[in-house]
Structure formats: C-alpha cells, structure tokens
C-alpha cells in the first residue's frame, strides 16, 4: 500500500514563502509522476506542477516562475518551493503520485495541507 503525507502548510504575508513537502512510502514503481495540486473553497482541483522521475516538469501558468518543484528519488520525498506568494495562492494543497504498469493506472493522493496566504 503506499501512502502519501505532505507538511509544510501554514499561513505567511503576500510575498512569502513557503516550502511543501510530500514523503511517499510503500511499494511504488521506480518510473512515476508526482505532482502537486490545490484546491481552493468552491473551486476544482487545479493542478499546480508535476516532475517525472527523470526531472522533466510542468506548471500551471499562475505559478510559472514562483513556484519550484522537485524531487528526492531516493527518498521518494516530492517538494514545492513557493515564493512571492499571493492571496490568490491560498488553498488545500495536495500530493499526487501516479504511474502506469500494462495499461493499468495507479493513482495515490496525500491528505492534504493548507495554505493561507493573508495580509
């Protein structure tokens, strides 16, 4: 079973900085995706950047060039470097982790972690 668990919410000014993190566990295919995604009251999920296990990544355009993903392989542990923060920015921020074995999906989600962004 794996299992997903993200730390580093909290609530910071417009224009701060925050660093999420997201430890995998369990048994999961050395070939994988994880991303991070938010969701906000009365809002979809929205995905917010995702990396590869080879590093390739993609964000949505409203974090482009604030935010930074990255990744520990060997710790299975997933990141989110957020800088120059905004009211907009505040949400549930979620780990996702997913990879694809002989056309079968296996989809894993963390529980979750709040970001309050206030002035």
């Known amino acids: 079973q794996v299992q997903l668990v993200e730390s580093g919410g909290g609530l910071v000014q417009p224009g701060g900085s925050l660093r999420l993190s997201c430890a995998a566990s369990?048994?999961?295919?050395?070939?994988?995706?994880m991303g991070w995604y938010r969701q906000a009251p009365g809002n979809e999920r929205e995905l917010v950047a995702t990396?590869?296990?080879?590093?390739?990544?993609n964000y949505v355009d409203s974090v482009r060039g604030r935010f930074t993903i990255s990744r520990d392989n060997a710790k299975n542990t997933l990141y989110l470097h957020m800088n120059s923060l905004k009211p907009e920015d505040t949400a549930v921020y979620y780990c996702?982790?997913?990879?694809?074995?002989?056309?079968?999906?296996?989809?894993?989600w963390g529980q979750g972690t709040q970001v309050t962004v206030f002035s």
């Open positions: 996702k982790l997913f990879w694809a074995v002989m056309a079968r999906q296996y989809v894993y």
């Open positions: 990396i590869t296990t080879g590093g390739s990544t």
């Open positions: 369990g048994r999961i295919f050395s070939i994988n995706t």
